[in-house]
C-alpha cells in the first residue's frame, strides 16, 4: 500500500538562516521539500528579540498566510506598520511587499501558501526606519 502523508517535526528540518548570513537574526526552516509537498509551501520563523528580517520580499503569483505562534513584533505591509502577538493571522495577496520584526520577546511563526518556483522578488532597501 502507497501511503500519501508524512508527518515529522519542525526542528527536524535544517535551519536555512546560516546560509543566508542571518545566524543572529533568527532561524528559517522551509519544509516543502521535506514533506515532499510540489504545490504548497511552508516555512517556520524564529527571530530573535529585537531582530528583523534585513529584507521585504513579494510573489508575483503566490499569496502567503502568517500565523504568529509566540512572542510579538510587527509587519512592515506595503507602507504600512501592523503590531503582532501570538495567534495574529497575516495574509498577504500577491505583489504585496512585506517584512517582519521581533519585539522584545521574539517571534515565532508558520508561514504557508502556494508555492511557484522563482516567484519571490527581494529589496534589502525595504527598511526606511
Known amino acids: 500500500m502507497t501511503t500519501n502523508y508524512k508527518t515529522m517535526k519542525l526542528d527536524d528540518v535544517e535551519d536555512s538562516a546560516p546560509k543566508f548570513g542571518m545566524s543572529e537574526t ?12 510540489t504545490g504548497i509551501g511552508l516555512a ?3 527571530l530573535n528579540p529585537g531582530q528583523r528580517i ?14 504568529v505562534l509566540a512572542g510579538s513584533g510587527r509587519f512592515k505591509l506595503e507602507d504600512e506598520f501592523v503590531d503582532v502577538a501570538a495567534r495574529d493571522v497575516v495574509y498577504c495577496g500577491p505583489d504585496t511587499m512585506r517584512a517582519w520584526e521581533a519585539g522584545p520577546d ?8 502556494d508555492h511557484v518556483e522563482g ?3 527581494g529589496d ?4 526606511t526606519d
Open 26 to 37: 533568527g532561524q528559517a526552516r522551509f519544509l516543502r521539500k521535506d514533506l515532499g509537498a
Open 44 to 46: 517556520n520563523y524564529k
Open 54 to 67: 534585513p529584507f521585504g520580499h513579494s510573489h508575483g503569483e503566490s499569496e502567503e498566510i502568517y500565523v
Open 106 to 113: 521574539g517571534l515565532e511563526m508558520l508561514a504557508f501558501g
Open 119 to 121: 516567484d519571490a522578488k
Open 124 to 127: 534589502y532597501e525595504w527598511w
